[in-house]
Antibody
């Protein structure tokens, strides 16, 4: 079965940086768009960013545009999220997630597999 | 940005009862809407996509309906494992957005 394993979370001061990684296995990574979704403590889901399978196109929520950068290395089956200029409001569990494929209708920007999440805490 | 509003915020029901959850979009999303289930300490699980299609492995007691701006997730007869938080998500336009969630709790 598809496996997604996030790493890189931790405690960082406001204004600091962090890079999250998501190691993917058991599917053809380069064929699927991937995304990051976060969840602040006790709150709902917030989509953060997505990237196409080739890496040629990226998409961001307004709340993170210019501060967070999504990328991927298809030779390593790994997704990244570079997080700069971090704020208190970025404190959350960050999930990586795989785009779904419908055999009858193709790729869709829903997420059918998710990692277990990695906690980012922004605090002084 | 398309805003998704879910109602009710909390739904209290007993096992065996029927659950009806609503998701309303601030503008039409056609049928490009999904539902997810999330249990405490777990990642979300995709239940329905494109409004009425069940994802792989999802039991038939889950069904979805709607198009345009109004959508419904129905659980025909609640099982104990169905008590969780449910989110809708649209893919009609960027940015992708989620609703704020409906908590389905045991009465």
């Amino acid at each position: 079965e598809v496996q997604l394993v996030e790493s890189g979370g931790g405690l960082v001061q406001p204004g600091g940086s962090l890079r999250l990684s998501c190691a993917a296995s058991r599917f053809t990574f380069r064929s699927y768009a991937m995304g990051w979704v976060r969840q602040a403590p006790g709150k709902g889901l917030e989509w953060v960013s997505a990237i196409t399978g080739s890496g040629d196109n990226t998409y961001y929520a307004d709340s993170v545009k210019g501060r967070l950068t999504i990328s991927r290395d298809n030779s390593k089956n790994t997704l990244y999220l570079q997080m700069d200029s971090l704020r208190d409001g970025d404190t959350a569990v960050y999930f990586c997630a795989k785009q779904m494929f419908d055999s009858g209708d193709g790729y869709k920007y829903y997420f059918d597999y998710w990692g277990q999440g990695t906690l980012v805490t922004v605090s002084s | 940005e398309i805003v998704l509003t879910q109602s009710p915020a909390t739904l209290s029901l007993s096992p065996g009862e029927r659950a009806t959850l609503s998701c309303r979009a601030s503008q039409s999303v056609s049928s490009y809407l999904a539902w997810y289930q999330q249990k405490p300490g777990q990642a979300p699980r995709l239940l329905m996509y494109d409004a009425f299609n069940r994802a792989t492995g999802i039991p038939a007691r889950f069904s979805g309906s709607g198009s345009g701006t109004d959508f419904t997730l129905t659980i025909s007869s609640l099982e104990p494992e169905d008590f969780a938080v449910y989110y809708c998500q649209q893919r009609k336009s960027w940015p992708i957005t989620f609703g704020q969630g409906t908590r389905l709790e045991i009465k």
